[in-house]
């Protein structure tokens, strides 16, 4: 058995990384009011941000990394995932990033990230410090004053105390707490997947990796994906080999999930890898950059790849987080910030100007309910990834493409939570290199259609995307009427444009650990896509953003 285009498998029914380049959600936000901007002395401005399956943390990163181009707000962010895997990767790769310079050099804080984030396997220097961190994280989830005291930047306050109970598990399970590989053969668990995935065609897997490579990603704008690099991540699930291919052979415990399968009639929980094996962890910092000399080609074809783009914007984001919330003349070098011996060593980033709030799973539909969130946020983000299972009605594509994605938690009542103004951001399937092309106009136009019923508008005379739409709210809009007044809509900075992607909870067959397990049949539910009309700017100005015209513009009555 084959799996059939189309069918959006290939990204899995979890994500682990984000098919689009990281955004400055500053850029992508309304501008300060002008008022709050002359009283700085009284209060600082504030953004609060809802990212709604974001899972990897690179647009939280980007922003901090930014935010000296900006005039000075309070950051908070508040992140919903659909699973808790992803919210422990979040605080692990927060950890790593925020990592005091003279414990961990820049270099090696930057290869610990690729290789924890988009490696199947590691080197085992990488694998003790995933072991480290998560036994250390163990111990903070559940003690609140400890969190808040050693890493004052994470807010668990709004998580269950049964999700706070699951979260140290998964930190227990990366810990080692089940001993040796056994406990989560990845290499064998890729392979099981890989064959499922491709069936009859996995013989001829090279060929299949080609022809995605070259007439899919390349021919949707990333280029610099080199077929060597797209081959062994397809093979091996390694991505970044920055060391010779013998020192990869631990199993990487943060991509591990959980998933009810059928067995013999029953249902059981098991662990295995659900994730991507169709696109890889290229798109998210490997196919933009600051840097136009890394994106030189010659002879038609690219001087730099883009695990080596991919490597360079890692380093330089976490140079400048590094050097984040310090006086812009000590922003070079951050192991040279801490040898001014004048000021001597700077704190690390007040908890007060950014902090990442997690939400309980499964609570986009009920945030309207809480006074605290209505009209609260200046800007919504919707990643494509799936939602959970118990997510609202699955709504298809084509017959064939059973998805639900993220988009489809998008409605008038989480539109409630967003401020007259502000903006809302979708990531489209662009990448997505198992659909097709009128999927994902579907997709595209799908998304438009449920942004509209939610309260949001595409902007006027806004450059269409293929990687995000973008909409904004009406200030008149509580009852969605037909006419909407928008003040100073700030064109986003260029928005590192991304892919997205458009899949559905994939029955890939897996083989979980111990026994070989059935996967269920899955509802078919799927996304759509909006045709994105994104305002995108090269880079933000430290002022003031430019601000479109007053503009009224028709919102359909739904």
Not at 192 to 212: E, M
Request: contains cysteine; hydrophobic residues 35%; aromatic residues 8%.
């Amino acid at each position: 058995m084959t799996t059939p285009a189309g069918s959006g498998a290939g990204f899995g029914s979890v994500s682990w990384w984000g098919l689009s380049p990281a955004l400055d959600l500053q850029a992508e936000s309304p501008p300060v009011d002008t008022d709050l901007r002359n009283d700085t002395e009284h209060r600082t401005p504030e953004l609060d941000v809802l990212l709604l399956g974001s899972v990897d943390g690179r647009h939280l990163l980007r922003t901090l990394a930014r935010a000296a181009l900006w005039p000075r707000r309070g950051l908070h962010f508040y992140v919903l995932e659909n699973n808790l895997e992803a919210v422990a990767r979040h605080m692990l790769i927060f950890s790593l990033a925020l990592e005091e310079p003279e414990t961990m050099g820049l270099q090696e804080r930057s290869e610990t990230f690729l290789e924890l984030w988009g490696n199947a396997l590691l080197r085992p220097q990488v694998a003790a410090f995933v072991r480290a961190q998560a036994n250390r994280l163990a111990h903070l989830v559940l003690e609140p004053d400890r969190l808040a005291e050693q890493l004052p930047w994470f807010s668990l306050g709004a998580l269950k105390f049964r999700e706070r109970d699951a979260l140290e598990a998964v930190f227990r399970f990366w810990a080692g707490g089940e001993k040796g590989p056994e406990a989560f053969p990845m290499c064998r668990l890729w392979d099981s997947r890989l064959r499922h995935y491709l069936g009859s065609r996995y013989d001829a897997r090279r060929g299949v990796s080609d022809w995605d490579l070259h007439m899919k990603l390349h021919d949707r704008g990333a280029r610099v994906i080199h077929i060597h690099e797209f081959r062994r991540w397809r093979d091996t699930g390694v991505a970044f080999e920055l060391r010779d291919s013998s020192a990869y052979h631990m199993p990487n415990r943060t991509l591990a999930s959980g998933r009810l399968l059928s067995h013999h009639g029953e249902r059981v929980a098991a662990r295995g890898y659900w994730g991507d094996i169709a696109t890889g962890p290229f798109v998210a910092f490997g196919i933009e950059a600051d840097d136009d000399s890394l994106l030189r080609t010659s002879n038609g074809q690219p001087v730099k790849t883009a695990g080596e783009i991919t490597q360079h914007n890692v380093t330089e984001l976490f140079r400048e987080v590094a050097a984040w919330g310090r006086p812009r003349n000590t922003q070079g070098n951050p192991e040279q910030v801490h040898q001014d011996k004048d000021r001597g060593p700077e704190p690390a980033p007040a908890p007060e100007f950014f902090t990442v709030h997690f939400l309980p799973l499964g609570s986009a539909q009920t945030l309207h309910h809480k006074s605290c969130y209505k009209e609260r946020f200046q800007l919504l983000y919707v990643a494509c990834g799936p939602t959970s299972p118990s997510g609202p009605e699955s709504l298809s594509i084509s017959p064939p493409f059973p998805l639900r994605r993220m988009v489809h938690l998008l409605s008038p009542d989480l539109g409630a939570c967003v401020v007259p103004g502000g903006r809302l951001v979708v990531e489209l399937a662009r990448y997505l290199v198992d659909l097709r092309q009128e999927q994902l106009q579907g997709f595209a136009t799908r998304v438009g259609e449920l942004a509209r019923a939610a309260g949001f508008t595409p902007p006027p005379q806004a450059q269409a995307s293929e990687t995000f739409a973008r909409f904004y709210k009406a200030r008149d809009s509580a009852c969605h009427r037909t006419y909407a007044a928008v003040d100073s809509v700030t064109p986003p900075p260029d928005v590192l444009v991304p892919p997205l992607e458009d899949q559905s909870q994939p029955l890939e067959g897996r083989t979980l650990p111990s026994e070989p397990l059935q996967l269920p049949p899955e509802s078919p539910a799927s996304g759509s896509e909006v045709p994105a009309a994104p305002t995108e700017n090269q880079s933000p100005k430290p002022g003031s953003p430019t601000p479109l015209p007053d503009t009224q513009s028709p919102i359909s009555d739904l």
